[in-house]
């Protein structure tokens, strides 16, 4: 599959760019040239070049390692938030597409109601209702991600629960949560996981989005949505401050989605010419 | 005959439609001795796989369900034992092979891994061991260079090596009962040959009861020891293969017969049956075939039992069974 990727550019630069966002959050205590919550107050507001690369923030804090730091609790939210997401909606999904009729029904209309709201809007409901702190931030964004995945993995279940090879299973003795988890989990994963890579930019933009208004991580800690929204009250003097930031959410979320769409093409067996 | 393993006495299997439950599966009863070959024989839709589902304790709810009769493997009761204990006895006590070798193997399994989980499972075998035995049973279906196809996948095998991995995996924890669903009806003729041969040859090894689904009356010829015609959900006749091929009782039987096109005659027309099955929704109190019986006569509209021709030959027909066996030499 990993050459089917590289076939495709698209895929690759968004590859590419996921890399250097993961290298760089993996990397900052050493690529950092400043510790980011360090102030120097002599060089506030210093526009990018010489010592500080991209410039500082109001209160002479270095903008390159903010970013680099800020990577971090980006990618760490995208990253945990998507996973529960995968593992409790995933969960829920099979199931549900398994066990069929009322229970089904139930399930999967409850997930509608989840959908209805705009993930933005239900991550602002989660977050206002438990207070921005890390933990509820992976938990609000992962709420909003839950019924999406329900759905994807919800799917194909319906039809390969109907498939011989699970008659066949049953037929040698093997438990319903067997049949689930050994035979078809495995079937799903590349579609879920293809649909995660995806979900995952949506997680770094809600982050983003929570941030910027003031209910994500608290301050001083470096998030980029955070550094946007400080940025903003220096926007006429300063404009790098929001608009470096602003780039690096952009390259991410344009990464993770170039990737998602590659694995996506490359996982499809209707465009990869399959049945 | 020795005690039998598997016997399935008055099965009512029924299936819901439009509220209302119907048998598709109506009084079958049948007994199959340790090492015997029982042909199930009948069209599309007569209840041969209900049957077997039904054994299986597989018949699909909640639309479906074993509504009478009682099933006896190995001299416990099946009908009614929770669902851990069958999960039990499936793969371990009976097993099952299906029509569609393409469609049955887990396609992102290794053929090795998916043979030797029936093992791990039934067996409390480690990876490792159970891996090391289905190898050995890999090669016993003849399976060519066996530990080099243990690792690929599914796609990578044709029909019949699939249906032989389908025959492994069923065979693994060597069951007392194999009941196989049309297991050849999807392979091309000198493939089915095969496995069929196959078939046989581990039955005589095994010392297991095959009961055999077919509508492929070449095939019984081929493989059973016995023969029961199932005709709109009962068994309208059944007997040693002998006597059935050579004195077949029930008018459905001889339509069967009759409808084999014959090579060794020049150009004739296929007999066909006139008439259509009747729905399992609209189904006759007396005889099933009477509508498209030639020989249907006063007294087909009452319920026909089955009764004995001679020894061990019985059919639903109170037309054939009147004259006692004496049908084939009036013929």
């Known amino acids: 599959m990993f050459g089917v990727c590289l076939a495709y550019p698209a895929t690759t630069i968004g590859a590419v ?3 250097i966002v993961v290298a760089g959050a993996l ?3 050493w690529l950092a040239p400043f510790d980011p919550n360090d102030q120097h107050i002599i060089d506030r507001l210093v526009p990018p070049g010489g010592d500080y690369l991209l410039g500082t923030d109001a209160y002479g804090r270095d903008v390159l390692s903010r970013i680099l730091w800020g990577a971090r609790i980006s990618l760490a939210i995208a990253v945990s938030s998507i996973t529960v997401a995968i593992v409790i909606g995933g969960t829920i999904g099979m199931v549900s597409g398994y066990v069929g009729g009322q229970i089904d029904l139930i399930i999967m209309q409850t997930m509608d109601v989840l959908l209805s709201f705009p993930s933005l809007i239900l991550g602002l409901i989660v977050v206002a209702l438990l207070g921005p702190d890390l933990i509820n931030l992976v938990a609000a964004i992962a709420l909003t991600a839950i019924a999406p995945f329900a759905r994807i993995a919800r799917a194909p279940v319906l039809s390969l629960k109907e498939r011989a090879f699970i008659e066949a299973g049953r037929a040698l003795g093997f438990s319903h949560l067997r ?7 495995p079937n799903i994963l590349s579609e879920v996981l293809v649909m995660g890579s995806l979900w995952m930019a949506t997680a770094v933009r809600t982050e983003a ?20 929204r400080e940025g903003f009250e220096n926007i006429l003097d300063a404009p790098w401050l929001s608009i470096w930031p602003g780039i690096a959410i952009l390259l991410l979320v344009l990464g993770l989605n170039m990737v998602g769409d590659g694995l996506r093409d490359a996982t ?3 465009l990869r010419g399959e049945t | 005959m020795a005690d039998p393993v598997l016997s399935v006495e008055h099965l009512r299997t029924e299936f819901r439609i439009g509220g209302a439950w119907h048998p598709a599966v109506d009084d079958v009863s049948f007994v199959l001795a340790p090492g015997e070959t029982l042909a199930l024989v009948g069209e599309s839709g007569c209840g041969k796989s209900v049957t077997a589902l039904s054994v299986m304790g597989l018949v699909p709810s909640p639309q479906g369900r074993i509504a009478g009769g009682r099933i006896v493997l190995e001299g416990r009761a099946l009908v009614g034992l929770p669902e851990p204990a069958l999960e039990r006895l499936r793969g371990a006590r009976m097993a099952m092979i299906f029509q569609e070798p393409m469609t049955s193997l887990n396609p992102v399994m290794t053929i ?7 093992m791990m499972v039934h067996q409390g075998l480690s990876r490792r061991q159970a891996e090391a035995k289905a190898l050995a049973v890999l090669d016993e279906v003849k399976i060519p260079s066996p530990a080099r196809r243990f690792h690929e996948y599914p796609h990578q095998f044709s029909g019949g090596m699939r249906q032989r991995v389908m025959i492994a995996m069923a065979l693994a924890c060597e069951p007392a009962v194999l009941l ?13 040959a095969q496995v069929l041969g196959l078939l046989a040859d581990l039955k005589q090894r095994h010392g297991m009861a095959v009961l055999f689904i077919t509508h492929n009356l070449g095939v019984v010829a081929q493989i059973a020891d016995r023969v029961a015609v199932m005709y709109a959900g ?9 006597a059935i091929f050579s004195r077949p009782a029930h008018p459905y039987t001889r339509a069967l017969f009759a409808a084999i096109p014959r090579m060794d005659r020049d150009a004739q027309d296929l007999a066909a049956i006139a008439g259509r099955v009747p729905s399992l929704d609209a189904m006759p109190t007396g005889c099933r075939f009477a509508s498209r019986c030639p020989q249907a006569q006063v007294g087909c509209e009452r319920p026909q039992v089955l009764a004995p021709l001679d020894e061990a030959h019985v059919a639903r027909c109170h037309v054939a069974t009147a004259v006692r066996g004496n049908w084939h030499q009036a013929d």
């Open chain 1, 179 to 185: 049949i689930l988890f050994v035979h078809i989990l």
């Open chain 1, 268 to 270: 499809d067996p209707r």
């Open chain 2, 180 to 192: 196989a669903d049309e297991p050849t009806t999807a392979l091309d003729v000198t493939i089915q």
């Open chain 2, 234 to 242: 009962q068994i309208v006749e059944e007997g040693p293969v002998t």
């Open chain 1, 209 to 228: 989005s929570l941030s910027f208004i003031g209910l994500g991580v608290k301050p001083p800690t470096a998030t980029w949505g955070g550094m946007m």
């Open chain 2, 112 to 118: 090795g891994a998916q043979v030797a989980e029936a």
């Open chain 1, 27 to 29: 990397l900052a205590p």
């Open chain 1, 17 to 19: 760019l996921c890399l």
